[in-house]
């Protein structure tokens, strides 16, 4: 089975918009504004992904905004993005002109579950934000990847948009990269939700009170023995 992969430039305050410059945006740019050293061990990182990933997984504007600038380039990532497969989900785009292109045409949610089953490998998904926040919100993101950039733009389309519920992740991998970049791993850690059941507003533990992944979310007081004697013979209450 697949797995989904978000990989993504990012702000400080959460902005993926423009990060060349290149789309018109008033604060675009940032992506470019940091030091050689940041920029080198960059694109380290972005040519480690595509070499270790089996697919790219896009929304239309992405694609095409990737697709008019990489098959006339060369060198080691060129030829792997060229090279790879990827898949757009669009239901109007219909004659991709990047090579090993498909084109996914129904329901965004549906194509994506069919394609995990379907692929073995890591699927990177990359810009894309609308995308991004229909997988997010369908529980279809495996693991984020997010390359952090010291600047706080304060306006500007944002990776995380609004979900119908929490979406709760686990922090696997921080590295540093250059001088002023973080990279930062998460796996999708999602609360199973038959797991807890509200019943006249207080929460039902006692079907799972002994599984293991539920030991980690549910806070465990210790006491000391002399507590627990106070307690019994009314000590140290107020």
């Known amino acids: 089975m697949g797995k989904i992969i978000v990989s993504e430039n990012v702000s400080l305050d959460g902005v993926v918009q423009d990060p060349t410059g290149e ?3 008033r604060l675009g740019g940032w992506w470019v504004r940091v030091g050689d050293k940041d920029r080198e061990q960059a694109a380290r990182v972005v ?4 070499l270790g990933t089996e697919a790219m997984l896009l929304g239309r504007r992405s694609y095409e905004f990737l697709a008019a600038r990489w098959p006339s380039r060369t060198g080691a990532l060129a030829d792997r993005l060229n090279g790879k497969p990827k898949y757009v989900v669009s239901s109007t785009l219909e004659d991709p002109g990047w090579t090993n292109t498909t084109v996914l045409k129904g329901d965004a949610v549906n194509e ?3 394609l995990k089953q379907q692929l073995a490998g890591d699927i990177a998904v ?3 934000f609308q995308l991004v926040h229909t997988l997010l919100e369908h529980d279809l993101v495996d693991e984020l990847r997010l390359m952090i ?3 706080v733009l304060g306006a500007g389309e944002r990776l995380f948009g609004q979900t119908s519920d929490r979406k709760p992740m686990r922090l696997v991998s921080t590295r540093t990269v250059g001088d002023n ?3 930062l791993t998460y796996h999708s850690d999602t609360f199973p ?5 509200r019943r006249g507003g207080s929460l039902r533990l006692s079907r799972w009170i002994r599984a293991p992944w539920l030991i980690r979310w549910i806070p465990v007081p210790r006491f000391n023995r002399q507590a627990r004697i106070n307690d019994r013979n009314g000590a ?3």
């Open 23 to 25: 789309e018109g945006f």
């Open 47 to 50: 040519l480690d992904e595509a």
């Open 112 to 114: 994506v579950t069919a």
């Open 126 to 128: 990359a810009a894309s």
């Open 149 to 151: 950039y010291p600047v």
């Open 181 to 183: 970049l973080a990279y």
């Open 193 to 197: 939700p038959q797991a807890l059941a």
């Open 236 to 238: 140290g209450v107020a």
